[in-house]
């Protein structure tokens, strides 16, 4: 169980990763678009 449960918490930090490049990569495409 207690495997299970470490999993889940380095998924939910993976989760949080993503989102936040993915969060990062639209901000970047938002702002090339802008300068040109």
């Known amino acids: 169980m207690s495997a299970g449960r470490i999993y889940d918490k380095t998924d939910n ?6 989102r936040f490049v993915t969060r990062a990569s639209v901000i970047c495409e938002v ?3 802008t300068e040109k």
């Open 13 to 18: 930090e993976f989760d949080i990763i993503v």
């Open 31 to 33: 702002i090339e678009e």
